[in-house]
Structures are given as C-alpha cells and as structure tokens.
C-alpha cells in the first residue's frame, strides 16, 4: 500500500517552497509603499481610474504618464483591451463648484438694478452664460469648461451674489468628460498628444469607501475562519481536527495572496472587490475536501480499533484520494475555460479560484491529514516520555 504519510516531509517542503516566496512578496508590500508586493484596486485604495482611447494608435502609456506628471498627478498607465489606456492615479474630481464673490456696495448687482449689457449672469438653470472674451477665444479649454467659464461669470461685477448650482458632467462628442479635474487633463493630453476619440470608462472612489471595503474584507475573512474552526472542533469533538483545517486554509490563503503578490510586483496585475468574493469561495472549497478525508478518519477509527493512528489516516487518504482530486478537476477544467475565454473584468476573480482550489485540494490530502498525524505522534511521545502509556483515543 503506498505510504503518502511517510513522504509527509516532501509534502510539507513543498508548500514551503511555495509560502515562503508570497510571503515575502507580501511583506514587501507595505515596506516600499506599494511598489512591489499586492497592487490594490482603487476598490481598495480610493482614485480615479479612467480609460481612454487616442486617434492616434501610436500614443503609449509611458507618453500619457509623462504628461500626468508634469501637470503633477503620480499615476499608473497601462495599455488595455481594443487600443484604450487605463489610467489610474488620485481621485479626480468631475466637477468644480463655482466660486462666488459679494458684490461691492453700490454696483448694479447689489442695488438691484439690472446688470450692464455685455456682462455674465447666472441663469436660473444654473448653466452659466458665456461671456464675450470666453465667447471669442478659439482655445478648447475655455470652450469646453463650463466650470470654468462659471467661475469668470461669479467674478465678473454683474454676477448675482448666490451661488448657481453645479453643473452635472457633460460630455461631448465622443464620450470624453469635460468637467472639472478630468476635464482639464483631457484637454492637457491632448493638446501634447491628439484628440481623444472615446471614453469607455471613468470611475472615482473616495478614501473613506475604500478603508470601510478593506475592513469589510478582513472580518469577512476573520470571522469565516473562526466559524470553521469551531464548527470542525465540535463535529469531530477534537480541537486537532479543527486546528489542523484551519492551517490548511490559511496555506491556501496564504498561496492565492502570494502568487498575487508576485504578480502585482512584475506584472502590475491588481486586486479588486471580487478577489474577497474569490477567497471565501476557496475557503469553502478547501475545508469540503478536508471534511471528506477526515470524515474517513472518524469511520476508519471506529472500525480499526486498536490500529496505529497514522496508518488510520494514510489509509483514509488513499481512500478519499480518487474522488477529492476528480472533483476537484472538473471545477478547474471549467475555470480554465473561462479565464481563457471569459471577459477580462472577471479574469483575476476565475485566477483567483483557479490557484486556491488547486492549493486547497493539495492542503487537504497532503498538508491537513499529515498534520493531524503529527500531533498525534508529538502528543504520544509526550506521554511516554513523561512515564505514561500510549492512550488510545475513543472514536469520535
């Protein structure tokens, strides 16, 4: 019969040699600021991501962000799908609210006599009206700026005293927002590179969204874990069992964040909101596996009575081994399907899934069981050592 338990060592090397890199990898994380290690999502971060399309192909992300540093906005540029190039810095705002400023004592305005022809008033829409040196200036940046063009209104003498209403973002042909911050970098971009055509999308999420998603994340996480580990103690009335699963689960865990780790480092792949979605889904997928072996375990005890613990569990393995992994393969052989075909927007939930089931059918054969055979042997040892004898436990 073939012994999995005696090459426990091997098993146990091997997930080592995969955890010891993602963790370093995701240490390295917070100590160069998020240079290297797990790239978050602005899901996750707060900012703007913005995906815009040049007429000219030729424009490259690093062209894009050397004209986002200088107007001094630090920013990440990659190309994406069908020519666009996402942008990803601070939050941008899409509107600039107009500043008002009193009328002096004694003009028209203040005196309720109407204002002098020629000069701006805000009309009852809140749509500002153009004022004749705005209306004659060919530039694009005062022709595409209602913001701007409000602002010179509420300076101007014969503008009302109250504020008008902000003007909602407008775009303009071809879909490219003309408003505020974004605005006024689309107009920079393409005075130094071309016209943009389209806008396929343009995103902003504030910082205090972002750290309540990340909190959200981690207790989900959390308080997943725990509930397993209570429920596995009182099902097979052994914190062992419990404990031992736990382990597997935060391998598992421990091997998905890793290899994102490593990912996000060389190749800028990110995390976004689905990736908490896609953990808790493995955690479940990982302790399934683990209660079928160990539920073979609780069996085997009860009709091997008398039976060396660790042959127990190496015999329990080898019979569960056939049905953990073909279950497992027709979960990954439709995961691979879809990150090869799906839509890039779920592409690093699908990886995701893809790593921790993999991960999670391993932990469960060759890292929980063994684990739970080790302590037994630990425990016994104790127990000779401190002059008892070897205590065989009661099934469960």
Do not use: C
């Not at 003009?107 to 204002?115: F, L």
């Not at 829409?125 to 063009?149: F, L, N, Q, T, V």
């Amino acid at each position: 019969m073939l012994d999995l338990i005696g090459k426990r060592r091997w098993f146990f090397l091997f997930s080592g040699l995969i955890v010891v890199p993602g963790l370093f990898f995701i240490i390295l994380g917070p100590i160069t600021g998020g240079k290297a290690g797990l790239q978050f999502s602005i899901d996750y971060t707060g900012g703007t991501l913005w995906e815009i399309h040049f007429k000219d192909p030729s424009v490259t992300p690093t062209q894009v962000q050397g004209v986002l540093a200088s107007a001094g906005y630090e920013s990440q540029v990659q190309s994406s799908s069908g020519g666009y190039v996402v942008i990803r810095t601070v939050p941008l705002g899409l509107i600039e609210g107009p500043t008002t400023t009193p009328a002096p004592s004694g003009s028209p305005a203040a005196s309720g006599s109407p204002a002098p022809s020629g000069s701006a008033s805000a009309t009852p829409s809140g749509s500002p009206a153009p004022s004749a040196s705005a209306a004659a200036s060919p530039s694009p940046a005062a022709s595409g700026s209602a913001a701007g063009a409000a602002a010179g209104a509420s300076a101007s003498p014969g503008a009302s005293a109250s504020p008008s209403p902000s003007p909602s973002p407008t775009p303009v042909p071809g879909g490219v927002t003309r408003t505020g911050e974004v605005g006024t970098l689309a107009t920079d971009l393409e005075a130094k590179l071309g016209p943009i055509d389209a806008q396929r999308s343009l995103t902003t999420v504030g910082p205090v969204i972002s750290g309540e998603l990340t909190q959200q994340a981690i207790v989900l996480v959390i308080i997943g874990s725990l509930g397993i580990l209570a429920w596995m103690t009182l099902r097979f009335r052994d914190f062992r069992f419990g404990a031992t699963a736990l382990v597997a689960l935060v391998h598992d865990v421990i091997v998905v964040v890793g290899i994102f780790a490593i990912l996000g480092t060389f190749f800028k792949i990110q995390v976004d909101e689905l990736f908490i979605t896609a953990m808790l889904t493995i955690i479940g997928f990982s302790v399934h596996d683990t209660i079928v072996v160990y539920d073979r375990i609780r069996e085997n005890r009860a009709r091997h009575a008398g039976e060396n613990f660790t042959a127990i569990v190496n015999h329990s393995i080898l019979q569960t081994l056939a049905r953990s992994i073909n279950t497992s393969l027709t979960v990954i052989f439709t995961l691979t399907a879809l990150l090869l075909f799906a839509g890039s927007s779920i592409q690093t939930f699908i990886l995701a899934l893809l790593i921790g089931i993999t991960s999670g059918t391993y932990s469960s054969i060759f890292n929980a069981a063994p684990l739970l055979t080790l302590w037994e042997e630990w425990e016994e040892r104790r127990r000779v050592a401190a002059g008892g004898r070897p205590v065989r436990r009661p099934a469960s």
